[in-house]
């Protein structure tokens, strides 16, 4: 089983950065791919970056040279670096561990781009 609980939403103005923090509990955590979703109001959630040991990550093109994903494994802490936010990036993002075919979930942290 896997626990997790994201934090480090808010309101930002564009331009503006913000770091989202996923902390896990659970001896698993670190053999998972771990991942960011988002979803805004009106549309389905969307994978916005991916990072897998042995794989290396990836990052859905809207998101490309903003976001960055990295992981501390001995803080059981899954990390999204958000720069130069836009307005379209307001959502509530999600952390995610998949093994295999099971996906754990954290209760999600709401993003605000605006002015």
């Known amino acids: 089983q896997v626990q997790l609980v994201e934090s480090g939403g808010g309101l930002v103005q564009p331009g503006g950065s913000l770091r989202l923090s996923c902390a896990a509990s659970?001896?698993?955590?670190?053999?998972?791919?771990k991942n960011w979703y988002r979803q805004a109001p009106g549309k389905q959630r969307e994978l916005v970056a991916r990072?897998?040991?042995?794989?290396?990550?990836n990052y859905a093109d809207s998101v490309k040279g903003r976001f960055t994903i990295s992981t501390d494994n001995a803080k059981n802490t899954l990390y999204l670096q958000m720069n130069s936010l836009k307005p379209e990036d307001t959502a509530v993002y999600y952390c995610?561990?998949?093994?295999?075919?099971?996906?754990?979930w954290g209760q999600g942290t709401q993003v605000t781009v605006s002015a």
């Open positions: 995610n561990c998949r093994i295999g075919v099971v996906d754990y």
């Open positions: 659970g001896s698993i955590f670190s053999g998972c791919a």
């Open positions: 990072i897998h040991s042995g794989v290396g990550t």
